[in-house]
C-alpha cells in the first residue's frame, strides 16, 4: 500500500539517481502547490539546487507576489525569466518588479518583436491565439532558461491524474536534448495537499480562492470539485496545454 511516506521516499530516489548522472540538474518552478512540493523535496537532497521559474505579463499578482515571499523565506536559489519590456506591462510603474531584484533574485528579460508588434492591451495575444501566446511567453522562455543554466536535467511537478493530457507520462522522459523528471508523476493531488500541510509550506494564496490549477489570470478559472483539476485552464479554448509538457495521445 502506497502512503505518503512511500511517495516521498520514491520520489528522493528518482532525484537523486539522476542527480548522479546529471549534477547540473534543476527545478522548473511555476510556484503552484506541485512546484512547490518538487522544490522543498529537492532542496532536501541538494539545498542549493538551481530553481528557475517563468514568469509572464499575465500572471495574477498574488502568484508574483507569493513567489517574492518564498524567495526571502526559502532563500531559493532562484531564476525568473520572462519576456517583457524593460518595464513589465503587468507591473506598470509598480515596485513589485523591482522587488524581486532586491530579494535577491536573478532577473533575466528576454525581447522578443514578434509577441510585441501588437497592442497587448488592445488586441490581447491571450484571445486571438493562446497557443501562440504561450509559445512566445512560456514555451520559448523555458527553453532559454535551461540552455542559460547550462542544465542537463530539470525536474517539473506535473501529474498523471491531472488530466488526459499527462496521464501517459513517465518519471523520467527525454525532451529534445534535456532530461525532464516528474519525481511526483505518480502522487495524487490530496498527496500534494498532505506534502505541504506535513512540511508547513505556505500555498499560493488563491488556491484559497477556490482555484485548482493555476496559471496566467485570462487563461485560468475557478472550477468545482468534481470535475477534473485542471478544468479551469483555457476554457472555451480548443487547448489544454500551454506546450511545456506535450505529449501524444496514445
Known amino acids: 500500500m502506497s502512503t505518503i511516506k512511500t511517495k516521498i521516499e520514491h520520489s528522493q530516489k528518482i532525484i537523486r539517481k539522476i542527480l548522479e548522472?546529471?549534477?547540473?540538474?534543476?527545478?522548473?518552478?511555476?510556484?503552484?502547490?506541485?512546484?512547490?512540493?518538487?522544490?522543498?523535496i529537492a532542496r532536501k537532497i541538494k539545498p542549493d539546487i538551481p530553481i528557475f521559474s517563468v514568469m509572464t505579463m499575465y500572471k495574477p499578482i498574488e502568484t508574483i507576489n507569493y513567489l517574492m515571499v518564498m524567495q526571502r523565506t526559502m532563500h531559493l536559489n532562484l531564476t525568473v525569466f520572462m519576456v517583457t519590456n524593460p518595464i513589465p506591462i503587468f507591473a506598470g510603474q509598480d515596485s513589485n518588479f523591482m522587488t524581486l531584484k532586491r530579494a535577491g533574485t536573478k532577473v533575466e528579460s528576454?525581447?522578443?518583436?514578434?509577441?510585441?508588434?501588437?497592442d497587448t492591451l488592445k488586441n490581447p495575444l491571450h484571445?486571438?491565439?493562446?497557443?501562440?501566446?504561450?509559445?512566445?511567453?512560456k514555451v520559448i522562455p523555458a527553453k532559454y532558461a535551461i540552455k542559460k543554466l547550462g542544465l542537463g536535467a530539470y525536474l517539473?511537478?506535473?501529474?498523471n491524474d491531472e488530466g488526459e493530457t499527462r496521464a501517459n507520462f513517465q518519471p523520467i522522459e527525454?525532451?529534445?536534448?534535456?532530461?525532464?523528471?516528474?519525481?511526483?508523476?505518480?502522487?495524487?493531488?490530496?498527496?500534494?495537499?498532505k506534502y505541504l500541510a506535513l512540511n508547513q509550506i505556505k500555498p499560493n494564496p488563491l488556491?484559497?480562492?477556490?482555484?485548482?490549477?493555476?496559471?496566467?489570470?485570462?487563461?485560468?478559472?475557478?472550477?468545482?470539485?468534481?470535475?477534473?483539476?485542471?478544468a479551469?485552464?483555457?476554457?472555451?479554448?480548443?487547448?489544454e496545454e500551454c506546450g511545456l509538457h506535450k505529449k501524444e495521445k496514445q
Request: with cysteine.
Open 127 to 137: 484571445f486571438i491565439d493562446p497557443a501562440k501566446c504561450c509559445h512566445l511567453l
Open 156 to 159: 517539473s511537478g506535473i501529474r
Open 110 to 118: 528576454i525581447g522578443s518583436s514578434e509577441f510585441f508588434k501588437k
Open 21 to 40: 548522472e546529471f549534477p547540473k540538474m534543476g527545478v522548473g518552478c511555476s510556484f503552484g502547490k506541485d512546484s512547490m512540493v518538487v522544490v522543498d
Open 174 to 193: 527525454k525532451d529534445g536534448e534535456i532530461i525532464k523528471v516528474n519525481p511526483i508523476i505518480t502522487w495524487t493531488e490530496l498527496d500534494v495537499w
Open 232 to 239: 479551469g485552464r483555457w476554457q472555451g479554448k480548443e487547448k
Open 207 to 230: 488556491y484559497n480562492e477556490g482555484y485548482r490549477s493555476l496559471g496566467c489570470l485570462p487563461c485560468s478559472a475557478i472550477t468545482g470539485d468534481d470535475g477534473p483539476e485542471r
